[in-house]
Structures are given as structure tokens and as C-alpha cells.
């Protein structure tokens, strides 16, 4: 290029080469060459001059970073996804997590942070916090235990001013808590209608609790068949205890002497 053409340009931050802040840099458009490259530090962009075009494009770091973000779905699951096959566990298009365990915990629809916050506390997962009928219970910020639809979000009590309370919730001290087996169902309680209220999970794999006068330990049924023997043991007559776990009574011959000596033993 013939003369002395300088060309001016400035970007949101312009410096010149001795890194002072100015208006505008000129560059020879006759000798001069204009560079365009990313942050070296900060490693965002990178350039590329081929020909008559110049491209842009990410640093790979940051394409790195954004890979991470973008198999956040597949990593911990979406908004909406409440069970193994990525559905949300309620509405039209529900999946798995409208049944059994998640059907009934009544976190689908919720963020990741309230799904583990609620583990965490005890209101969800194979073992929740109930009372003695086997309600879900959440700890609100008094500090007790109520029923889970009595809590609002920020774990403040509802009040009778509240849609669908019709009485000031009273709530449970933490030694009335109980820990409870989640069925398979997602129930916390046998049916209402079982009269003879049997529950439906059996917790196995149990190491043999200590008896003592202050043991808080879980027996096992090894246990228990061990005690019924030994009261078998002491009874004697062929006692036993049979295939289900049930004692089998003892059967006493008596003689003739046998019943004289009773029948002194009654007149004395």
C-alpha cells in the first residue's frame, strides 16, 4: 500500500503497546499487521488466519468446561426426571417414578437439592420418619415432627388460615419419631383394611443383637429360636420347636406313684 494510510480502531477495553489506556490504536495499514488472539491467561478463544478469513472459535478448556455442563442431564438427571427411565414421576407423560417407592414420597416434580435434602432428613428413601400409624413425617423449623402435608416449603407449621387445614397441626416430639421399612409400594404401614396388619417388607441381613437389660439392639430370628429351645430344654417331655419357629408342648408320664405322691402333696 502506497502512503502513509494508518488505520484506527478500538475495542470495549483499548490500550496501547505500553498498556496505558487511550482512545484508539493506529495501525500502518502499509506495514503494520493486525493481530487478532484470545486472552492467553485466561485461555477463552483462539484464533485462526487462513487465507482471507479469520476464525474464531473456544479455547479448549472452556469447550472442556462445557462439555461437563452439557452431560449434567445424563449425569444427575434433569429437572423433571423422577425415576430410572428419565420421565417425570407425575402428569400425562409419566414414567417409573410415579410408582412404588418414589410414587409416594411426594418429591416428584421437586429439584435435585429437595430430593437430597429429604434423604437426608429422613423423608424419603427405603426408610422415612413416621408416626405410630406410619404417616410421613418432616421436621419443621420449631424443631418437631409433623405430618408432611402440614409443612410448607420453607418449613414453617401451616395454619388453619391454610388451604386444606382444618385444625392447627400438633406436631411430634423426636423420641415419638419412628423409623419405618418403605414397602416396595411405597406404603409406610400395613393396609387399613388388614385386620390383622401385617406389613409387607422383611428387613434380613441383621447381625445378632446383644440381650441385655439395656440393650436397644434388634433381635434376630436365629435368636429367638435359640431362647424357645432352651425353654424347650427346661420344660423337658419333648419339647421342642418345630420347621415355623413354634413351641411344641411337653408330654409327662405319670405313674401310679407319681399320683399318690401328688395326691399327699395336695392333702398337706
Known amino acids: 500500500m502506497v502512503g502513509n494510510a494508518t488505520l484506527n480502531f478500538a475495542g470495549n ?13 493506529g495501525l500502518s495499514l ?63 407423560h409419566a414414567g417409573m417414578g410415579k410408582d412404588g417407592v ?19 432428613n429422613g423423608e424419603a428413601g427405603s426408610v422415612v420418619y413416621t408416626d405410630a400409624d406410619g404417616n410421613r ?16 416449603a420453607d418449613g414453617t407449621v401451616k395454619t388453619v388460615a391454610d388451604e386444606g387445614i382444618t385444625k392447627a397441626p400438633v406436631g411430634l416430639e423426636a423420641d415419638a419419631v419412628i423409623a419405618s ?21 422383611k428387613l434380613s441381613n441383621i447381625a445378632e443383637g446383644t440381650i441385655s437389660d439395656r440393650s436397644n439392639d434388634a433381635v434376630t430370628g436365629r435368636q429367638l429360636h435359640k431362647a424357645k429351645q432352651e425353654l424347650a430344654t427346661a420344660l423337658g417331655g419333648n419339647a421342642g420347636v418345630d420347621a415355623n419357629g413354634a413351641l411344641t408342648g411337653p408330654t409327662y408320664s405319670i405313674t401310679k406313684d407319681d399320683a399318690k405322691q401328688v395326691q399327699i402333696l395336695l392333702a398337706t
Open 13 to 25: 477495553v483499548t490500550k496501547n503497546n505500553t498498556d496505558a489506556d487511550v482512545a484508539t490504536v
Open 30 to 92: 502499509a506495514t503494520g499487521v493486525l493481530k487478532v488472539q484470545g486472552d492467553t491467561v485466561a485461555k477463552d478463544i483462539v484464533t485462526t488466519a487462513k487465507g482471507d478469513t479469520i476464525t474464531i472459535g473456544l479455547h479448549k478448556d472452556v469447550k472442556d468446561q462445557l462439555a461437563k455442563v452439557s452431560t449434567l442431564e445424563t449425569t444427575i438427571g434433569t429437572y423433571g426426571a423422577d425415576g430410572r427411565d428419565g420421565k417425570p414421576g407425575k402428569g400425562e
Open 102 to 120: 418414589t410414587g409416594k414420597d411426594g418429591l416428584n416434580g421437586t429439584d435435585l437439592t429437595t430430593k437430597v435434602n429429604a434423604l437426608r
Open 137 to 152: 413425617l418432616v421436621r419443621a423449623t420449631d424443631g418437631k415432627w409433623y405430618p408432611a402435608d402440614t409443612v410448607k
Open 181 to 201: 421399612l418403605v414397602s416396595p409400594n411405597g406404603t409406610t404401614a400395613p393396609k387399613a383394611d388388614d385386620t390383622a396388619k401385617k406389613a409387607m417388607t
